[in-house]
């Protein structure tokens, strides 16, 4: 072996370690606050790599492509083209925080979900002509599907949707007993005006009619305990 191809294999070979060793954000990272502090090419690592694993999960063959646009605003968090095979995400909700936190799961939670929901469309699709009674019912609601933009209420409560829904949550929960990530994203500490630690995520557990008047986010409970809380007895933690 010449010298300069001792350098070169010695080359690629510290080029190809080096790589190696670098560790790419991947679904089993996600934890509290962890997703949308990732790059914007982790996250889209993230979503694809959440698309195969459900694909797995459900034993779809034809596994969709995935896209992502960004439209804050659009009210939609995803969708599923059958003509297209592709999964669409809209970025602009996974890299709000406070959607998620003003519905008490974490962006990590919502994504997942998100993904599996619209996957399970995918799966659906190609059970449409399988003769299962599952099968034919989605043929059947597929034939009539209810358009969000026309009917949202006809929308939420057609097969199809109330399937995907469920499989969605389903999973999610799954993942989250696998300890691939955690569902609550209000251990947010502070410390109170009365020198005291407080932690949303247990204030919130400890007083749901708080919760349903004021919601769930971390400030505004914080200034309830300072303002209410503390006259009132409550326990910051
Ligand atoms: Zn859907």
């Not at 995918?122 to 026309?150: L, M, R, V």
């Amino acid at each position: 072996m010449k010298k300069i191809s001792k350098l070169l294999f010695l080359f690629i070979f510290i080029f190809y370690f080096s790589i190696g060793s670098v560790k790419a954000a991947s679904l089993k990272d996600l934890s509290d606050n962890t997703f949308y502090k990732m790059s914007i090419e982790e996250k889209k690592n993230v979503i694809i790599e959440i698309v195969n694993d459900v694909c797995l999960d459900l034993g779809i063959v034809n596994v969709p492509n995935v896209e992502f646009y960004n439209k804050p605003g659009q009210g939609v968090r995803a969708y599923n083209s059958f003509s297209k095979n592709t999964v669409f995400v809209n970025m602009a909700y996974f890299n709000d925080v406070s959607i998620a936190i003003n519905n008490l799961v974490t962006v990590d939670y919502y994504l997942v979900n998100t993904i599996a929901h619209e996957v399970r469309h995918s799966y659906q699709n190609e059970h449409q002509n399988d003769g299962t009674e599952f099968g034919n019912a989605c043929k059947q609601n597929y034939a009539n599907y209810i358009e969000y933009g026309k009917d949202p209420e006809g929308n939420l409560w057609q097969f199809v949707e109330i399937d995907a829904r469920d499989y969605g949550k389903k999973y999610a929960d799954k993942k989250i007993k696998n300890g691939w990530f955690k569902k609550n994203d209000l251990n947010i500490t502070a410390i109170a005006d009365d020198g005291q630690l407080f932690n949303a995520a247990n204030y919130a557990s400890r007083y749901p009619d708080v919760v349903t008047v004021l919601g769930c986010r971390p400030s505004v409970l914080l200034k309830h305990y300072n303002t209410y809380g503390i006259k009132e007895g409550r326990i910051p933690n």
